[in-house]
């Protein structure tokens, strides 16, 4: 049966002041560009704000609900939108039981309430905290430490002596402590492998997206920082400290032996070079490449990354290359033909 509630009772969850009738009831929410009858319409990006006219009732900024509509406004509304997804959400909960399809080795120690789904497997030495929900088709590999209450999806991989803290979150066909890229180029054996023998360790409440991986170090540990949260196809090389409250967006790369400080945003695709900084609180753009230390507090983007004012100066004069190329050329002409002019007036 689905779920209703009225905008007086969103308020009580989410904070903020109801505009209209308080006793509207809502059923969904709606995109603002499709809205629905019985949804409320979240917005509050300024590019958006032109579909408000069209969305009968808005869960949007103070001020953005307009005569005719009704609504519900917060200061930070998309903070609040979070206790509505809840509300809404639907998702099923897991048995917490171990399937018969499963393999648990068993000198493997599980703690209580733990669920392991069909086709899993766990290696003698690895350790499940309680309350963590491994599903189907995972793999745990031997001595891997697994904490409370985490979220394993299925097809991840969790390789030797990994370590997950409390909280933690795997998406589908995530990979950690996976075989460091080492490599030595050698003039009679060829490209010689170095030995991967560190550990990978995530602190509580990190989450790893959908085909992602992290590098084990080649001795000691590649670590992930509390609250961190990595996207999907992201690769974390190597040796890499990563720290609290990062956010690693989808496709970028993180290569061997780099630091990222704490708060610090990488942007879709961008990306950094072997044993390269970045500093607490930076923001990396999209695309951006890192290849030298990147102060506290910095913005940069393009490649090499740079103070981000200064590379949108470059790409704005790069666009005016064409027409500077063009007037170039009518100078030349200009002055081709005045000197063939000077030539014959000095015949």
């Given at each position: 049966?689905?779920?209703?509630?009225?905008?007086?009772?969103?308020?009580?969850l989410t904070g903020g002041s109801v505009v209209g009738d308080p006793e509207i009831k809502i059923s969904s929410i709606s995109?603002?560009?499709?809205?629905?009858?019985?949804?409320?319409?979240?917005?509050?990006?300024?590019?958006?704000e032109k579909f408000a006219a069209g969305c009968p009732v808005l869960f949007t900024k103070k001020g953005w609900v307009k005569e005719g509509q009704s609504g519900v406004e917060l200061d930070e509304p998309r903070a609040g939108l979070i206790a509505l997804l809840k509300f809404f959400d639907e998702a099923p909960?897991?048995?917490?039981?171990?399937?018969?399809?499963?393999?648990?080795?068993?000198?493997?120690t599980l703690g209580e309430n733990v669920a392991v789904g069909a086709g899993s497997v766990i290696k003698a030495g690895a350790s499940v905290g309680d309350g963590t929900v491994i599903m189907e088709n995972v793999f745990i590999d031997c001595g891997v430490t697994v904490g409370k209450n985490c979220v394993i999806e299925p097809g991840a991989v969790v390789f030797h002596h990994s370590v997950l803290g409390d909280?933690?979150?795997?998406?589908?066909?995530?990979?950690?402590?996976?075989?460091?890229?080492?490599?030595?180029?050698?003039?009679?054996?060829g490209m010689v492998k170095i030995p991967q023998i560190g550990i990978a360790r995530l602190d509580d409440g990190v989450e790893i997206g959908a085909f992602s991986s992290v590098d084990r170090a080649t001795f000691g540990e590649t670590y992930?920082?509390?609250?961190?949260?990595?996207?999907?196809?992201?690769?974390?090389?190597?040796?890499?400290?990563?720290?609290?409250y990062t956010i690693i967006v989808a496709q970028s790369g993180i290569a061997g032996s780099s630091h990222i400080g704490n708060r610090v945003i990488m942007a879709a695709q961008s990306g950094t070079a072997n044993h390269a900084s970045v500093g607490d609180g930076c923001t990396v753009g999209?695309?951006?490449?890192?290849?030298?230390?990147?102060?506290?507090?910095?913005?940069?983007?393009?490649?090499?990354?740079?103070d981000h004012r200064k590379e949108l100066r470059l790409q704005a004069a790069v666009r005016q290359l064409p027409e500077m190329a063009s007037s170039v050329k009518e100078l030349g002409k200009r002055m081709a033909a005045l000197e063939k002019r000077l030539e014959d007036e000095n015949a």
């Open positions: 049966m689905a779920k209703v509630i009225t905008l007086a009772q969103i308020v009580e995109d603002p560009r499709r809205p629905k009858d019985g949804a409320i319409s979240p917005l509050w990006e300024k590019k958006l909960e897991r048995e917490r039981t171990v399937s018969e399809r499963a393999l648990v080795d068993k000198d493997a909280g933690c979150v795997l998406h589908a066909n995530a990979v950690v402590g996976c075989d460091g890229f080492g490599f030595l180029p050698d003039p009679k054996a992930i920082g509390k609250c961190t949260k990595i996207d999907s196809h992201v690769k974390i090389g190597h040796n890499c400290q990563i720290g609290a999209g695309r951006g490449g890192v290849t030298a230390d990147v102060p506290a507090g910095s913005i940069v983007s393009g490649f090499p990354a740079q």
